[in-house]
T-cell receptor, first 115, second 113 residues
Framework: ETGVTQSPTHLIKTRGQQVTLRCSSQSGHNTVSWYQQALGQGPQFIFQ???????GRGNFPPRFSGLQFPNYSSELNVNALELDDSALYLC??????????????FGEGSRLTVL | TQLLEQSPQFLSIQEGENLTVYCNSSSVFSSLQWYRQEPGEGPVLLVTVVTGGEVKKLKRLTFQFGDARKDSSLHITAAQPGDTGLYLCAGATVNSGYSTLTFGKGTMLLVSP
């Protein structure tokens, strides 16, 4: 039990649609990161938010965007879905200040299938 | 692009056997973490190693960080079915204003009774 919850746990979309995934971090965790884990792969860094601002981004196109809210919740939005977007999307929070690599507390993920 | 190579990709053993999995990179990381991920769940941190040559023990698990801070190994003694899962290594990089983890593809371990 990491104290990080994600919703929905599973969802199916079709190509071209848009999706919003939600995450609730542990209270006091100011940093939230999102990762994409394709089948048989390790998680890949999408972006990171610290105190409601994006402060780091991996190699993902602009149609991947996010928001972080003052109540320790956050969202990952993906527009114009493609088949390759099918993956497990993981939210991870940490108590540390941005720039300090510490333990990440992962949620159980949202499994997205794009048909 | 920093890459972490994990080996083997898949390991199937009997209860009671010992095993070692490896994590190698051409890059230096500020720290290296090992996670275990079970089906349908997110990764859970097992250990963080920071200093070159560091050895950490967690019950039957022994973690070692290479002297050059580019590689690491995980040794499990007397494996049990409860050890079954995907073992991921992740290298931490601190950039200007933020930090990221680069994950390997993982080693899938299956321990049969």
């Amino acid at each position: 039990e990491t104290g990080v919850t994600q919703s929905p746990t599973h969802l199916i979309k079709t190509r071209g649609q848009q999706v919003t995934l939600r995450c609730s971090s542990q209270s006091g965790h100011n940093t939230v990161s999102w990762y994409q884990q394709a089948l048989g792969q390790g998680p890949q860094f999408i972006f990171q938010y610290y105190r409601e601002e994006e402060n780091g981004r991996g190699n993902f196109p602009p149609r991947f965007s996010g928001l972080q809210f003052p109540n320790y919740s956050s969202e990952l939005n993906v527009n114009a879905l493609e088949l390759d977007d099918s993956a497990l999307y993981l939210c991870a929070s940490s108590p540390g200040l941005a720039g300090v690599a510490g333990e990440l507390f992962f949620g159980e993920g949202s499994r997205l299938t794009v048909l | 692009t920093q890459l972490l190579e994990q080996s083997p990709q898949f390991l199937s053993i009997q209860e009671g056997e010992n095993l070692t999995v490896y994590c190698n990179s051409s890059s230096v990381f500020s720290s290296l973490q090992w996670y275990r991920q079970e089906p349908g769940e997110g990764p859970v941190l097992l250990v963080t190693v920071v200093t070159g040559g560091e050895v950490k023990k967690l019950k039957r698990l022994t973690f070692q960080f290479g002297d050059a801070r580019k590689d690491s190994s995980l040794h499990i003694t007397a494996a049990q079915p409860g050890d079954t899962g995907l073992y991921l290594c992740a290298g931490a990089t601190v950039n200007s204003g933020y930090s990221t983890l680069t994950f390997g593809k993982g080693t899938m371990l299956l321990v049969s009774p």
